[in-house]
């Protein structure tokens, strides 16, 4: 597993959702001017969550995007491989070119990879969000959230 910048934007978003004021759906453009990431490419990204059942779009005036199923049960692995080209991920190193040398390093990159998605599938997106939360000294229950009047910050909604 690789976690990408497509991936980190993908968590990033995620958790802004998440995040969000349970009352009205979270909109990409608030995404974007929040976290710097074009509406362009979160629209690739939320078709990709959407296929796998990590988040659900409303369309029309006070529409946009809220999690498909508790924060709880959604982990950090699902949203990784939701937008990640399996194929590219896969992809073995050495330019092709069959050698023990090459053969050694594809298994440890593969024993890497399995690590990583291992430690990202015991990570669910409200453990994150509750551990950083707690950190900051919040300990408001999510995702029951909203923005704060910076737009640089989020605090749980009291």
């Not at 497509?6 to 349970?22: C, E, F, H, I, P």
């Not at 080209?85 to 040398?101: F, H, L, S, Y």
């Amino acid at each position: 597993m690789k976690l990408s910048t497509k991936g980190r934007y993908a968590v990033t978003a995620v958790m802004a959702v998440a995040l969000g004021d349970s009352s009205r759906p979270v909109t990409l453009a608030q995404i974007s001017e929040e976290q710097g990431i074009s509406i362009s490419y979160l629209e690739q990204i939320f078709a990709r969550l959407r296929q796998h059942n990590l988040v659900k779009g409303t369309r029309g005036p006070g529409g946009g995007y809220c999690l498909y199923r508790e924060a709880e049960s959604i982990r950090i692995s699902d949203i990784v491989t939701a937008v990640e080209d399996q194929e590219r991920v896969q992809r073995p190193v050495g330019n092709g070119q069959a050698n023990k040398r090459n053969e050694q390093i594809n298994a440890m990159w593969n024993d890497l990879s399995g690590s990583i998605r291992e430690c990202l599938s015991r990570i669910t997106i409200a453990q994150l969000l509750r551990r950083n939360l707690e950190g900051l000294g919040e300990t408001e229950e999510l995702p029951h959230a909203k923005k704060t009047a910076t737009g640089s910050s989020w605090i749980p909604t009291r």
